[in-house]
């Protein structure tokens, strides 16, 4: 049974810095297409970055390219999400996600829930003006 377990959010003012972690047990990591997505209060849920296996290659919703870089460390089963100049309207709830049995990856192949299997808890980050 594939688990995630985001951590790191938080309280920011913006123009801060958070870094989040999403810890994943179970199965093969590094076998695993991993993604980000972040929920708003009344907002549908939206896609931020995804990360190819080996971490070699990420894409980014254009709200957060230059802003946000994610990461992973496959020895540590391990995404991260580095986030930096955070404005007022990023504040949300951000999940991270596992696609188990990704056949492929490309820039639009990991951008919509449906592509994953897996969901973490969610963790809150809030931004303050």
């Known amino acids: 049974q594939v688990q995630l377990v985001e951590s790191g959010g938080g309280l920011v003012q913006a123009g801060g810095s958070l870094r989040l972690s999403c810890a994943a047990s179970g199965g093969t990591f590094s076998s695993y297409v991993m993604g980000w997505f972040r929920q708003a209060p009344g907002k549908a849920r939206e896609f931020v970055a995804a990360?190819?296996?080996?971490?070699?290659?990420?894409y980014y919703a254009d709200f957060v390219t230059g802003r946000f870089t994610m990461s992973r460390d496959n020895a540590k089963n391990t995404v991260y999400l580095q986030m930096n100049s955070l404005k007022p309207e990023d504040t949300a709830v951000y999940y991270c996600?596992?696609?188990?049995?990704?056949?492929?990856?490309?820039?639009?192949?990991?951008?919509?829930?449906?592509?994953?299997?897996?969901w973490g808890q969610g963790t809150q980050v809030t931004v303050s003006s």
């Open positions: 996600a596992l696609d188990q049995n990704a056949s492929y990856y490309s820039a639009n192949s990991h951008r919509r829930s449906y592509d994953y299997d897996y």
């Open positions: 990360v190819n296996r080996n971490g070699g290659i990420t």
